[in-house]
């Protein structure tokens, strides 16, 4: 069975206007990840799932088709990808018992090696729900991160640990939004990634987890692009 790659990419953005086809390094942030998703595998296997005819004439730029426009309740603020993609999956796909695993690639991590997704679906086998990209987080519930009790008091989050420095803690990570390989079985028979109990980490450097959400997470990777990152993604042809 071949990867089904998604990308789930919405018209409407309030902390960054437009933000899916923003020029980044000169290169519509959209064409990152659709660049990307083409060192793995063929248009037919390569879904768009937007609302936004502006975003639809973006990707027929890269002349990648989109067959189908994503309806109106399925793009609002409010709405999660997990509805998304099991939407997608059922417009683009056929016999969608041919696609294994579902690669989702959100435009907003545009920073990926192809090492990255390799090394992830390694990790990746039959009885694991997914697999999901993640960096070590610095805010730790059980040093760092407190929560308030009943009486409007501070109290750490994960009880009263005798751990000193952070580095004393159990390490704790957070999705990083760059990969989910999503096992196509769980996705149609639960109703969200919470929902999963086999989930395996691949653990990825804090300076590809870029996930761009404000202006100032705009001006980052704009630097990053422009410098560190000027190579990726590695088979992006020029933007005419």
Known sequence: ME?????????????IPGKNIKPLAGIPLLHYSISYARQFASDDHICLSTDSEAIIRSA??????????????????????????RHALQMFALKPEVFDPIVLLQPTSPFRLKKHLEEALELYAPGVDMVVSVMESAANPYFNLYEEDPQGSLRISKGEGPYVSRQSAPRVYQFNGSLYLINPASLVSHDSFREFRMVRKYVMDRAFSVDLDTPQDWEFAEWAATTRFRHLPEKLPSHG
């Open 3 to 15: 990867p089904l790659f998604i990308i789930p990419a919405r018209g409407g953005s309030k902390g």
């Open 60 to 85: 027929k730029k890269m002349g990648l088709k989109v067959p189908f426009i994503r309806p109106s309740h399925l793009a609002t603020d409010h709405t999660g990808t997990y509805p998304v993609i």
